[in-house]
């Protein structure tokens, strides 16, 4: 056990963590050099968007410069916000961490909260500046960021280029230098915590288990703590990059298992695996289940394919065990699903996994966030649907999700970003100097805000120096109204959002604005409306279209006229029939990214 | 009914609105390519024709003796002795009298004047080499020379048109004796210097709408029948050649870009002279065989823009096979249910006040 290290690597957004671990695989000698970029992220959409969704790990064999030899377990995480959970998780499998600062960008909010997450869990930290091949890299800031706002010291501080290799070398001597091998009895009854899992289509859903104590092996029983299930072991082994079979895995290290299990809401990550006959082995601290935070509908685009989108998303649900569904009708879709994520970029994701790799053609309505809604009558509802929300009538006051944000910039933007925070309703809670040329905001903020376009909009106010974090931070009051649009003078329940009553009418008029360019020109008109009850707050109409003939078709265009139309009517299945109007998808998302 | 068109890809200058296939004319070069025509018309083995169209491009540019010689070139090569309508397209500025001579001498009796429009402003914006008065010469030459059949391009939503000055443009036209004339309205082509630099004064969709609408109603007044979207004839003056087109007939295009349909199959020349110079019968690119639903969906479509003579469904059966009609029967009558067609026994047109929607239609019968 003294020759195991297990670490994970932590980062903000595109600190270059995956290219990394790229490097540490050649050099380790697991792959040869870089035939593909980015071996951990498997899934294509993570490679596209330069994240990494769902965590992975390798087992590598590394011979340090003194002789000896190691076995290293990198346990990658995923990097972003939405998965916090799942990082802490996959922190607590680890010793150390290798905790990876851009040079040319230094300390971000997600950097902050990922060094916060290693060290709640007892993680040894390696500060690594990265990038320090770019001429714009500035060491010696970063290094002073990462002494004042982490606390780490200076003199502990490794310079690598993640891109070249250079100060690779060194980081992993520094990893079996300074991370400590674990600890734990072989002897011990089996306590083992679940960080990931995956869902092979034989062989039922593969957690990936950090073993503290005892050992695990085919033909074990064991027993899941959460949920007291007992299952039986097939197989074990551990991760080269793919699975390698081994005769059994014990404490300190990492692996996989295998015991058919069929339903993937069976593992839940965080849970604790004891063996059968040891019941009593208390479970790891910290497990719960996932949560989601952000809801939407999710509606097939022709109506009889709804149970296609049904098969589809119980498979979805294997592979991806955070999300939630369940049915849904909406007088204006037709039938479809409530899906439940554990915030926007999972959301997003989800729903272009659901458009790829499952192929399905789906409109997503406007995310919502869990409302409490007390009633007159004394009853509270828990609503993530504004078109479920009882009449004003019966509603005493609403409550709305609120977050913590914690927000880095530089100074000179501290202005437009608090007044950005102000607008979306932030309270401000306290501000923090680091240094002279950055600030640290922290406010508190609604969650229905940042699933709107806070994000974004605090990008551009900062010319995208900002950088942000946050954790959810409870319910708070809000004096809020439920909108109904109206389109063709039908209320489209779909596009109904509960909104601030201060403000109601000029978002109101955005709205409606944004979805007069965003419906195309059909035949008729059509009046579209924003209505409080029955106050209407805003109205345009969208004039007929009276233009779109192809003037010209002789020989020639004859073939290119009809790959036009063939084109033109691929457009159109895009969209969704409400009554008698196409609305494609970006009408059901119009509420997000509005000016003001 | 089978068509044989010649493309004559030269041109004095690029018009700013214009993605043909053309170039600028070199007079040696000119020689060289009668030549690789009538080369690519020997490729065909015979053939026999009953419409021939000399488009461009400016086909004036040859000359008369290139015309000659490609005429008589052609009437070697192919059986023309049934030919119902030959035409050919001229430019004003070099439609000269010996020209049109020759051409009506070369037993061609249509000729069609790129006229666009007779606003002096609205040409110099779309880069016409010609003007008003070139416009007006051409057509009385066309006259002097023997010509009954005259047809001119009028194009709708010139920057800076209005309703007055192309309402100008056709009383002109028509007053000047043409008895067929195509309204076009303008779109703003990738590859065109329009596209690159979109002239701040260009109409809008409802103002070409509108400008549209207007062109129909003066025509229609002075008796011209509104027999395709585009097209408007006088009684007996409709264009055979292009109404094979519409109608799902057969064709063969020689020249680069020149485009063929025949034997089930389309194709078209590679827009490229070099390489039509160097081989002229070996640049066909873009071959397809369209399978029975296609081609069903694409005369359907073709045949709907016949404004008045509509889809014969009887016809189309007749052609195809009741069983390849009887889902392009169900989509039509779907869109006679929602009021975008109607349907008179067993032919089915565009409703005359929406024919400027009729993409809306089409969408939806090309199944």
Redesign the interface.
């Known amino acids: 056990m003294n020759n195991l290290r297990n670490f994970s690597i932590i980062a903000h957004i595109d600190h270059g963590k995956s290219t990394l671990a790229d490097r540490i695989l050649e050099m380790t000698g697991m792959v040869r050099k870089t035939s593909m970029d980015q071996m951990l992220d498997s899934m294509d959409l993570e490679r596209e968007r330069g994240i990494t969704i769902k965590a992975k790990s390798v087992r590598m064999p590394y011979k340090s410069a003194d002789g000896n030899e190691y076995i290293l377990n990198l346990i990658d995480t995923p990097g972003h916000v939405d998965f916090s959970y799942e990082v802490s998780r996959s922190l607590k499998a680890c010793e150390g961490a290798v905790l990876l600062v851009d040079a040319t960008q230094g300390v971000e909010a997600q950097t902050i909260a990922n060094a916060n997450l290693a060290l709640d869990a007892g993680l040894k930290i390696i500060p690594v500046i990265n990038k320090i091949d770019l001429p714009n890299a500035m060491i010696d800031d970063c290094s002073l960021q990462i002494y004042t706002m982490l606390g780490l010291g200076i003199e502990d501080i490794l310079h690598v280029s993640a891109k070249d290799g250079r100060g690779v070398a060194e980081l992993l001597e520094a990893i079996v230098e300074r991370i400590l091998p674990p600890s734990g009895s072989v002897s011990d009854p089996l306590k083992c915590l679940i960080f990931d899992s995956f869902y092979d289509p034989y062989r039922g859903v593969i957690p990936h288990l950090r073993v503290f104590s005892g050992h695990i092996a085919s033909g074990d029983r064991i027993m899941l703590k959460s949920s007291e299930k007992i299952f039986e072991i097939e197989e074990v082994g551990y991760f080269s990059l793919g699975l390698a079979r081994s005769e059994h895995v014990q404490a300190g290290e990492v692996g996989y298992a295998v015991a058919l299990i069929r339903d993937a809401g069976e593992i839940h990550v965080g849970d604790t695996i004891v063996a059968a006959d040891h019941p009593e082995v208390p479970a790891i601290p910290g497990f719960r289940m996932s949560q989601p935070m952000v809801y939407c509908g999710v509606y097939p685009i022709i109506t009889s394919d709804y149970a296609k989108l049904g098969a589809a998303l119980e498979k979805f649900k294997l592979n991806d065990s955070s999300v939630v569904f369940e049915k849904e009708n909406s007088a204006a879709l037709g039938y479809g699903y409530r899906m439940g994520f554990l915030g926007m970029l999972h959301m997003e994701i989800a729903l272009e996994r659901l458009k790829r790799e499952y192929e399905q053609d789906i409109i997503a309505t406007m995310p919502s966030v869990i409302y409490r809604v007390f009633l007159k009558d004394d009853e509270i509802l828990m609503l993530d649907n504004p078109s479920k929300f009882p009449p004003e009538g019966e509603i005493d006051h609403i409550e709305e999700p609120i977050i913590r944000t914690r927000i880095i910039v530089p100074s000179d933007y501290v202005g437009p970003c608090m007044e950005l925070s102000d607008a979306k309703r932030g309270v401000l809670v306290g501000i923090e100097h680091p240094d002279d040329r950055r600030a640290i905001l922290v406010y508190d903020l609604p969650l229905s805000e940042m699933i709107t376009d806070f994000y974004d909009r605090l990008k551009s106010v900062s010319r995208g120096y900002a950088s942000m974090d946050y954790e959810m931070h409870g319910y708070r009051a809000g004096d809020l109204v439920k909108v109904d649009i109206l389109v063709n003078n039908g209320a489209v329940d779909a596009l109904s959002y509960i909104a601030p009553k201060e403000g109601a009418a000029v978002r109101g008029r955005a709205l409606i604005h944004k979805l007069s360019k965003t419906i195309p020109k059909h035949l008729f008109k059509i009046p579209l409306q924003a209505a409080i009850g029955s106050q209407v707050i805003a109205r345009e109409d969208i004039f007929p279209r009276r233009k779109d003939v192809l003037a010209k078709c002789y020989g020639g265009d004859i073939t290119r006229k009809r790959k036009l139309l063939e084109k033109q009517k691929e457009g159109k299945k895009k969209m969704k029939m409400v009554g008698f109007v196409e609305v494609p998808q970006e009408a059901f998302l119009s509420l997000m990214k509005i000016e003001d | 009914m089978r068509?044989l068109?010649i493309h004559i890809p030269f041109c004095i200058s690029k018009c700013r609105y214009c993605d043909f296939y053309s170039l600028t004319a070199v007079p040696e070069l000119l020689d060289r390519y009668v030549d690789a025509l009538l080369a690519e018309a020997d490729s065909y083995n015979g053939g026999d024709f009953d419409t021939l169209y000399i488009g461009g491009g400016t086909p004036s540019l040859l000359g008369s003796e290139r015309l000659e010689k490609l005429v008589n070139g052609l009437s070697r090569r192919f059986d023309l002795e049934d030919i119902r309508e030959s035409t050919i397209e001229v430019n004003p500025e070099s439609a000269g009298r010996d020209f049109l001579a020759t051409a009506y001498s070369m037993n061609i009796r249509r000729v069609s004047i790129g006229a666009q429009s007779l606003n002096a402003e609205e040409l110099r914006k779309a880069g016409r080499v010609h003007d008003r008065r070139q416009v007006l010469d051409a057509v009385d030459a066309a006259l002097a020379s023997g010509f009954q059949n005259i047809s001119t391009d009028v194009m709708i939503g010139l920057p800076g048109q209005t309703a007055q000055s192309l309402g100008n443009t056709l009383n002109i036209i028509i007053g000047a004796g043409v008895n067929h004339i195509s309204a076009?309205?303008?779109?703003i082509e990738e590859g065109t210097a329009f596209f690159r630099c979109p002239p701040p004064d260009l109409p809008g969709?409802?103002d070409?709408?509108?400008l549209?609408e207007s062109a129909v109603d003066i025509l229609g007044a002075h008796g011209f029948a509104h027999y395709e979207?585009?097209n408007f004839a006088l009684p007996g003056f409709k264009c055979q050649h292009?109404l094979n087109?519409?109608r799902g007939g057969e064709?063969i295009?020689l020249g680069p870009?020149?485009?063929?349909?025949i034997g089930g199959k389309?194709f078209?020349n590679a827009p490229c002279l070099e390489r039509y110079l160097d081989d002229p019968s070996s640049t066909r690119e873009?071959e397809?065989r369209l399978d029975d639903r296609?081609k069903v969906?694409?005369e359907a479509?073709?045949r709907l823009?016949l404004i008045e003579e509509g889809l014969d469904i009887k016809e189309m059966a007749g052609k195809y096979g009741q069983t390849s009609i009887n889902s392009l029967e169900a989509r039509l009558d779907d869109l006679v249910s929602r009021r975008?067609l109607v349907r008179d026994g067993h032919v089915f047109r565009l409703i005359p006040g929406?024919?400027?929607?009729?993409?809306?239609v089409?969408?939806?019968v090309?199944g």
């Open positions: 068509g068109y076009y309205c303008l779109s969709e409802d070409q709408a509108s549209y979207i585009s292009n087109y519409w064709y295009g870009a020149a485009a063929s349909h389309r078209r873009e397809e296609r969906g694409e479509m073709l823009r975008l929406s024919v400027l929607t009729s993409n809306s089409f969408i939806d090309i």
